[in-house]
Structures are given as C-alpha cells and as structure tokens.
C-alpha cells in the first residue's frame, strides 16, 4: 500500500558528505513522521533522524551538528544531509514513513535500506 524507495548511499571516505533521499508512495492520504534509522552489523537499530509534518526534527546526539534532516510535503520526501561522516557511521539506512492511508487506516513503513560505508 506504501512504497519508500531511498537513493543516494555508497562508499565515502571519512569527513566526507553523502545525501540520502525517500520518496513515499501509494495509497497515502496523509504523513506525519518521516525519518531515517540505521543497522550496522551486529548493532541494535537505533534513530537517525526524524522529521515531522509541521517540520520539527529529532536527531540522534551521534549526529547533531553533521547531519540535517529535511521534507518536501508536496513531494512526500525526505531527505539525510550527512556531512563529516566517520566510520562508525557506517550502516545500512532505511527510511521510515508513517501517516494516514487513504482508506483511513494508520501506517508505518520501512524502506528497504541504502548501504553508507564511510572508510578511514
């Protein structure tokens, strides 16, 4: 019913930049919450980044400062500035999107996740 497609991941060396993008589609009536989490192998999941309909954002204290979280609500996307990249940053991102379907239901959906490698 949701689609969350993400681009933009990759190899990069340390102090480096990447940009992450996800779009949202389907059958969506509404967005509340767009945002980013992250898995490195053999680590629990933890929250990136999180941006909210009205534009209020949430960072994880690993990223304040070097990362910047920001929405296009016409475009239902979001987007991960990620500058100063280190190698812990190194994980797989997935874009999370939740919101209203059009039948009225709530949903919460996860894309599938883009790989960052930051080298040293």
């Known amino acids: 019913q949701v689609q969350l497609v993400e681009s933009g991941g990759g190899l990069v060396q340390a102090g480096g930049s990447l940009r992450l993008s996800c779009a949202a589609s389907?059958?969506?009536?509404?967005?509340?919450?767009m945002g980013w989490y992250r898995q490195a192998p053999g680590k629990e999941r933890e929250l990136v980044a999180v941006?909210?309909?009205?534009?209020?954002?949430n960072y994880a204290d690993s990223v304040k400062g070097r990362f910047t979280i920001s929405r296009d609500n016409a475009k239902n996307t979001v987007s991960l500035q990620m500058n100063s990249l280190k190698p812990e940053d190194t994980a797989v991102y997935h874009c999370?999107?939740?919101?209203?379907?059009?039948?009225?239901?709530?949903?919460?959906?996860w894309g599938q996740g883009t790989q960052v490698t930051v080298s040293s």
């Open positions: 389907g059958s969506i009536f509404s967005i509340n919450d």
């Open positions: 999370t999107s939740s919101g209203i379907l059009t039948s009225g239901g709530h949903y919460d959906y």
């Open positions: 941006i909210t309909s009205g534009g209020s954002t």
